[in-house]
């Protein structure tokens, strides 16, 4: 089976985590993802409290299995939102674009467990440091808002020097990503762009349209000179962003020109002219299926390597660099 720490401290089958993509991952989404024996979460992205409150009730009613929030650090909204998922209970929270530090004790008074998205060693030590449940380690392949290393490079430096379990994110979209992220001391994924194209995510058509067409150098940076670097699949505007970014513009006038186009792609569909955040891995992805199929399809294929990695090392190579990781499997 594909038992690891994360599914026990997360109370689920598989330690397969959906990305709490702002705007795409509502409730629908989430509830699929924790029907299907994952964690789904809802992304509260720059969402006022009310809305997020409201996903958090449907979300409810939509499946009895552990869900979570992703709570975006950067948000006007992040104070109101955080009182919202501790009246709310919410049992898993996780945290990106930026440090949580001040809201972990509180998380943890409501006995919620928190996993923040950490981009660095530093800050995986920091985290662990104020107790933090695990970790999501994503790399630079993700979509949205993202870091500066790969995964391959930051998994394994971050699964050696903390002791709570790693999640790996970004770049990840079957299930040779799945076994790659655990070879790599990962113990559980995060699957983002993925579930983007899912017949349970209510992104509009167009959107999930443009990922299942987009080859595999279409997902490019911009941002880059504001200091929150973002991956989306290129189009109008992310053409207009270089031109802006080239002629030295300010960040204030750079940030302007982002503002509110995530909402134009996601909801309204405009493909051209709106944010159509995604990761690399958008090269892969070539149909939009249900998600327990999708879940099915990735536990099918990476069980039996997985079960095959574990004997190969416990039988001939205990003392390698392998042993520690794969000690955590069941
Ligand atoms: O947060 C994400 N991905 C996102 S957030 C988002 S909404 C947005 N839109 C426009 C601009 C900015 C955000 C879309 N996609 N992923 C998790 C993530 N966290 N990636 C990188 C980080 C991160 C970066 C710095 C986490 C912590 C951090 O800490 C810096 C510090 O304060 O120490």
Redesign the pocket.
Known sequence: MLHTRVCDILGIKYPIIQ????WVATAELAAAVSNAGGLGLI?A??APAEVVEKEIKKAKQMTDKPFGV?V????PFVEEVMDVICSSRVPVVT?????PGKYISRLKGINSKII?????V??AR?METLGVDAL?V?GTE??????ELTTMVLVPQIADAVSIPVIA?GGIADARGIVAAFALGAEGVQLGTRFVCTEECTAHPEYKRAIVEAKDRDAVVT?RSTG?P?RCLKNKLTRDFEKLEQKGASVEEI?KL?AGK?REAVVEGNTKGG?V?AGQVAGMIKDIKPVKSIMEELISETVPVVEMMKKLVSDRNNGSVYANIWSGYE
């Not at 990305?19 to 702002?22: I, R, T």
């Not at 923040?116 to 660095?120: G, M």
């Not at 993700?142 to 870091?147: D, L, R, S, V, Y």
């Open positions: 990305g709490g993509m702002a992304g992205g720059n992703n975006m650090l950067l948000s945290t990106g674009a930026g440090n923040p998205v950490v981009p660095s530093a800050l920091r999501v994503e993700a979509g949205g808002h993202i870091g994110a941002g929150h973002v940030e982002g995530l944010s955040m």
